[in-house]
């Protein structure tokens, strides 16, 4: 993915560069600009393959930097899987989710092909978004014998080691869920440094429609997330100029409701 470096540390990071530097193209520190937002490290990375056994769900998910006892930046939302599709819809509540949540970003994602679409409900428009990292292979390298508890289920912890197609080798532990089916309810980096930790809660194990993971009908296609944030750019532009018009409101999560 072009952002693939901002990626692993979500979207926390971009919007902290954002926030500290604004836009070279306007005045307006609020612009967006002409920079995607990155597709979240669970989506666009080698976690996604920890995701993708279940045959439906839904569920909360809140990603975080840091230790458990001294967590960092977040970002969180609401995240919907169906074999190897990911829709990811984040909370404009979150740290990390305030700056671009509220444009109506959302990602939905084929871990298999490590590709999928940006889509913006404030341009009623998506455009595609791919990696050429892929997950090769998945190895279980250990197994605590004994039961724990996290996010209130009782669990089995896993230490499982991602490779993939560019030669780099991901290890995690895993918290998997006995009385979900094994879903995995905690997900942690285990390489050295600030830990990657991705929670999930609200969990249900039912598969989301088939429709989700496309493009709304009458959403506009751009070429590329570059060329829809450019005439995202523009509008705000547009409106910047007219002052006495009202700005558009972005409604968010409608893509979540029964089609």
Known sequence: MRLAGLGRLGWWALAVALAGAGCAHSRNKDRIGLIPPPAPAFLNGPMAVLLTNASGFSCHVVMSVGSPANPGERVAGEL????????????????????????????????????????????QGYAPISSPVQATNVVVRASRPAPERAGGHPCQQTEVEVASNNGTRALFRVWRAADLKGFPICIVTAAPGRPLAVNASKLRLEAPSSRLFLPPDGFTRYDSAET???????RQENLRRKPTEEPLEFQRVPRLEAR
């Open 228 to 234: 829809m944030m450019a005439e995202m750019a523009m």
């Open 80 to 123: 919907l899987g169906r074999g190897t599709q990911l829709l990811f819809v984040p909370d404009a509540n979150s740290l990390a989710g305030k700056r671009f949540a509220k444009r109506g970003f959302s990602f939905i994602w084929d871990a298999a092909g490590q590709r999928g679409y940006l889509l913006s409900e404030a341009l």
